[in-house]
């Protein structure tokens, strides 16, 4: 095990003020407000995921000024003239008028793109968004599955939060050391972690899966001083020899040859180390491709409530089995599956899969006998490496298993629709309503998220935030 406090190589911002500022920690996170369950059937109260669109119009930095702007400068313009007297006859003044008007309507319709945000050199996204075929980016259209949690709990914060949130974010992120972190976590993720964190206000973070040590960074911009753990088989400093990196001052790093898998550390210990015996104020970040039943169940055994799983794979892909895998049932919407090829939701599938990259067909999702749970069948783990074979009786279990531990289950909202953002990779009928909906340009602009290259919108995979407790008996 290595204690090493290794120096930072990299930049560091103290952004000291969140979103709101809590004064007591992880509690804060929760609130018995309530959203519509999905759920066809009748089971008891659920949560279900936040909606993120419900707040939007009263929010100030929502207004949509850029209209408003050019109203104003009509009206300051035909005051302006019958002020001065310029013009004596009404009629001429009319006419003026009129050809202003004329005037505004034709550069407003040049220049404001907010009508219709579309690439024109992205055959993909516009084709979807002009919804040929059908295939207009409507979210959620396919069902988002979520997982139930036991008292019908849910997050605290609201879409205005998040807007508020974004808004400070993008200049923190415009200054990330990895600027290209591919395979890593690009801006929809970072975001979200960030955004949890700086509400969680953790006395203690810890990582699995660092990478070049991206997330270590975004944790670092999220709580400046407080310390890290971070869990890696190839130290970060490594990368610094071919390229960026970011290495913590204040990151305790199992990796290299003191590398120790999670599942394995005694946590008593270690946060006992670091002074930490209150295991509800620690926040615990999943980027390690790892089954997250596995890790859940690592977590809850460990006394850890506060979890967030960077890859939540949809049904049918990714190299893990996952938390949106495991709640994917039929008592939930979009979730079950038939492997009927002559379905709606089959035909609709091979539709979406020629706009999406990363949607799936009935033929991906399904597996020999029927199996479409997890993949195929199949509950994956460590990045492929291991593949079993699960029954649907097992997969049910699970879920009920999941259900039995959770008191929050929270996705992280696209940060902006496809046709701001350009991304081609999710497909938005699995994913929830974006924080910034498409069509909102003036916003999207507004929060600075223009100004980012389009490929860090392409990594978008459902983000997780659980709070997890022992079952009740
Ligand atoms: C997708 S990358 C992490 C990306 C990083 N969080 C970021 O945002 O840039 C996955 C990382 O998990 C590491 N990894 C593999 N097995 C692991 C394990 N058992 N525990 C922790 N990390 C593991 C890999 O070496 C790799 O660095």
Redesign the pocket.
């Known amino acids: 095990m290595s204690t090493r406090h290794s120096q930072s190589h990299s930049h560091s911002h103290s952004h000291s003020h969140s979103p709101k500022t809590p004064t007591k920690m992880l509690d804060r996170a929760l609130s018995s407000r309530r959203t519509q369950p999905h759920s066809d059937f009748d089971f008891p109260a659920t949560a279900a995921p936040t909606a993120v669109s419900s707040d939007l119009e009263s929010s100030s930095l929502l207004a949509d000024e850029s209209k408003t702007k050019k109203q104003h400068l009509y009206l300051l313009a035909t005051n302006y003239i019958s002020r001065l007297g310029l013009v004596k006859s009404p009629c001429l003044c009319l006419s003026l008028c009129l050809l202003f008007v004329l005037f505004m309507l034709f550069s407003l319709m040049l220049n404001s793109r907010s009508f219709v945000c579309v690439s024109s050199y992205d055959p993909i996204s516009r084709a979807s968004f002009f919804g040929l075929d059908g295939l207009d980016s409507d979210f959620g259209s396919l069902g988002v599955p979520w997982c139930r949690s036991k008292h019908g709990k849910t997050v605290e914060w609201t879409s205005k939060d998040l807007i508020k949130g974004l808004e400070e974010f993008v200049p923190v992120y415009e200054t990330r050391p990895?600027k290209n972190?591919m395979?890593?976590?690009g801006f929809d993720?970072?975001f979200g972690l960030w955004f949890i964190a700086r509400w969680l206000k953790p006395d203690i973070m810890i990582?699995?899966?660092?990478?070049?040590?991206?997330?270590?960074w975004?944790l670092r911009q999220a709580m400046p001083d407080r310390p890290i753990i971070s869990?890696?088989?190839?130290h970060p400093e490594k990368y610094l020899k071919k390229g960026p990196a970011y290495v913590d001052g204040n990151c305790t790093y199992f990796a290299g040859k003191d590398?120790v898998?999670?599942g394995s550390v005694d946590w008593d210990r270690v946060l006992k180390n670091h002074g930490i015996s209150d295991f509800s104020r620690v926040l615990v970040?999943?980027?390690?491709?790892?089954n997250e039943l596995k890790r859940l169940k690592q977590a809850l055994k460990a006394g850890f409530h506060h979890l967030v799983f960077?890859?939540n794979y949809d049904t049918g892909t990714g190299d893990h089995y996952s938390l949106r895998q495991i709640c994917d049932q039929f008592y939930i919407r979009g979730g079950g599956h038939s492997c009927f090829r002559d379905s709606d939701e089959a035909r609709i599938r091979s539709k979406r899969k020629k706009f999406w990259e990363k949607a799936v067909d009935i033929d991906e999702l399904c597996g020999p006998h029927e199996a479409w749970w997890g993949v195929s069948g199949e509950m994956r783990d460590?990045?492929n490496h291991n593949k079993t074979a699960i029954s649907y009786g097992e997969h049910f279990q699970n879920s009920r298993f999941v259900e039995s531990i959770l008191d929050v289950y929270w996705e992280l909202p696209p940060a902006a629709g496809p046709s701001l953002t350009h991304q081609t990779r999710y497909d938005p009928a699995r994913a929830p309503t974006p924080i910034v909906e498409d069509g909102r340009y003036g916003l999207f602009q507004r929060l600075g998220l223009g100004r980012l290259e389009r490929s860090v919108f392409n990594g978008y995979t459902q983000m997780v935030y659980l709070r997890i407790s022992k079952p009740e008996s």
């Open positions: 990895i972190n395979y890593g976590m993720h970072s990582e699995s899966g660092a990478f070049k040590g991206h997330s270590t975004v869990l890696t088989p190839r590398f898998d999670f970040f999943f980027d390690d491709h790892q960077e890859d460590n990045f």
